[in-house]
Protein backbone atom coordinates (compact mmCIF):
# COMPACT_ATOMS: atom_id res chain seq x y z
CA UNK A 1 0.00 0.00 0.00
CA UNK A 2 1.31 3.19 -0.69
CA UNK A 3 0.38 6.79 -0.98
CA UNK A 4 -0.76 6.71 -4.57
CA UNK A 5 -3.25 3.72 -3.96
CA UNK A 6 -4.52 5.58 -0.68
CA UNK A 7 -5.14 9.06 -2.68
CA UNK A 8 -6.62 7.57 -6.14
CA UNK A 9 -9.47 5.67 -3.14
CA UNK A 10 -9.84 8.70 -1.39
CA UNK A 11 -10.66 10.71 -4.66
CA UNK A 12 -12.97 7.93 -5.96
CA UNK A 13 -15.20 8.37 -2.98
CA UNK A 14 -18.02 11.43 -4.15
CA UNK A 15 -17.14 15.20 -3.55
CA UNK A 16 -14.15 14.25 -2.22
CA UNK A 17 -11.52 16.71 -2.95
CA UNK A 18 -7.57 16.91 -1.74
CA UNK A 19 -5.55 20.15 -0.77
CA UNK A 20 -2.90 21.43 1.51
CA UNK A 21 -4.22 23.41 4.10
CA UNK A 22 -1.76 23.49 6.45
CA UNK A 23 1.54 24.02 4.71
CA UNK A 24 3.17 21.99 1.50
CA UNK A 25 3.71 18.66 3.05
CA UNK A 26 0.34 17.91 4.72
CA UNK A 27 -2.18 16.60 2.35
CA UNK A 28 -6.24 16.86 3.24
CA UNK A 29 -8.34 15.00 1.81
CA UNK A 30 -12.12 16.74 3.02
CA UNK A 31 -15.79 16.33 1.77
CA UNK A 32 -18.05 19.19 1.90
CA UNK A 33 -15.49 20.77 3.75
CA UNK A 34 -14.01 18.67 6.31
CA UNK A 35 -11.21 16.55 6.54
CA UNK A 36 -11.71 13.19 6.26
CA UNK A 37 -7.82 12.11 6.20
CA UNK A 38 -4.91 13.77 6.86
CA UNK A 39 -1.19 12.09 5.66
CA UNK A 40 2.52 14.04 5.00
CA UNK A 41 3.91 13.39 1.36
CA UNK A 42 7.40 13.39 1.78
CA UNK A 43 8.12 11.17 4.62
CA UNK A 44 4.86 9.39 4.98
CA UNK A 45 4.29 6.70 7.68
CA UNK A 46 0.85 7.08 8.27
CA UNK A 47 -2.28 8.83 7.64
CA UNK A 48 -4.41 9.89 10.04
CA UNK A 49 -8.72 9.04 10.00
CA UNK A 50 -11.66 9.90 12.04
CA UNK A 51 -12.60 7.23 14.03
CA UNK A 52 -15.93 6.79 16.11
CA UNK A 53 -14.39 6.49 19.82
CA UNK A 54 -15.37 3.33 20.59
CA UNK A 55 -13.82 1.88 17.23
CA UNK A 56 -10.74 3.69 18.05
CA UNK A 57 -9.97 1.92 21.00
CA UNK A 58 -10.76 -1.59 19.33
CA UNK A 59 -8.82 -1.04 16.39
CA UNK A 60 -5.54 0.28 18.86
CA UNK A 61 -5.66 -2.80 21.34
CA UNK A 62 -6.28 -5.10 17.76
CA UNK A 63 -3.56 -3.61 15.77
CA UNK A 64 0.02 -2.27 16.75
CA UNK A 65 0.02 0.04 13.78
CA UNK A 66 -2.93 1.86 15.08
CA UNK A 67 -2.25 4.68 17.46
CA UNK A 68 -4.14 7.71 18.76
CA UNK A 69 -4.41 10.62 16.54
CA UNK A 70 -0.64 12.75 16.11
CA UNK A 71 -1.44 16.25 16.34
CA UNK A 72 -4.87 15.49 16.35
CA UNK A 73 -8.07 15.14 19.38
CA UNK A 74 -6.89 11.55 20.15
CA UNK A 75 -10.61 10.57 21.04
CA UNK A 76 -12.04 10.64 17.69
CA UNK A 77 -8.61 10.47 15.05
CA UNK A 78 -6.50 7.31 14.75
CA UNK A 79 -2.87 7.58 13.28
CA UNK A 80 -2.24 4.49 11.11
CA UNK A 81 1.29 3.07 10.07
CA UNK A 82 1.63 2.82 6.57
CA UNK A 83 2.63 -0.40 6.29
CA UNK A 84 1.42 -1.86 9.43
CA UNK A 85 -0.77 -5.03 10.84
CA UNK A 86 -3.66 -5.25 8.97
CA UNK A 87 -4.87 -5.96 5.62
CA UNK A 88 -5.35 -3.46 2.72
CA UNK A 89 -9.09 -4.23 2.79
CA UNK A 90 -9.37 -3.17 6.43
CA UNK A 91 -7.26 0.16 5.71
CA UNK A 92 -10.04 0.97 2.73
CA UNK A 93 -12.64 0.04 5.45
CA UNK A 94 -11.25 2.38 7.85
CA UNK A 95 -11.12 5.06 5.38
CA UNK A 96 -14.59 4.43 4.18
CA UNK A 97 -15.90 5.11 7.98
CA UNK A 98 -13.74 8.08 8.18
CA UNK A 99 -15.58 9.71 5.08
CA UNK A 100 -18.73 8.33 6.25
CA UNK A 101 -18.60 9.89 9.23
CA UNK A 102 -17.56 13.37 8.63
CA UNK A 103 -20.37 12.95 5.50
CA UNK A 104 -22.89 12.42 7.93
CA UNK A 105 -22.18 15.31 10.32
CA UNK A 106 -22.45 17.43 7.13
CA UNK A 107 -25.41 20.12 6.67
CA UNK A 108 -28.47 17.97 5.24
CA UNK A 109 -28.13 20.18 1.93
CA UNK A 110 -23.76 19.53 1.45
CA UNK A 111 -24.85 15.64 2.51
CA UNK A 112 -27.92 15.39 0.55
CA UNK A 113 -25.76 16.45 -2.51
CA UNK A 114 -23.26 13.70 -2.22
CA UNK A 115 -25.44 11.09 -1.38
CA UNK A 116 -27.31 12.02 -4.89
CA UNK A 117 -23.91 11.95 -6.52
CA UNK A 118 -22.78 8.73 -4.54
CA UNK A 119 -26.60 7.45 -5.88
CA UNK A 120 -25.72 8.00 -9.47
Given at each position: MNLEEIRNYCLSKPGSGEEFPFDD???A???GGKIFLLTGIR???GINLKCDPEMAIELRERHN???PGYHMNKKHWNTIEIPGDYKQKELFEWIDNSYNLVVNSLPAKIKNQITTAQAN
Open positions: DTLFKVHTTAVR
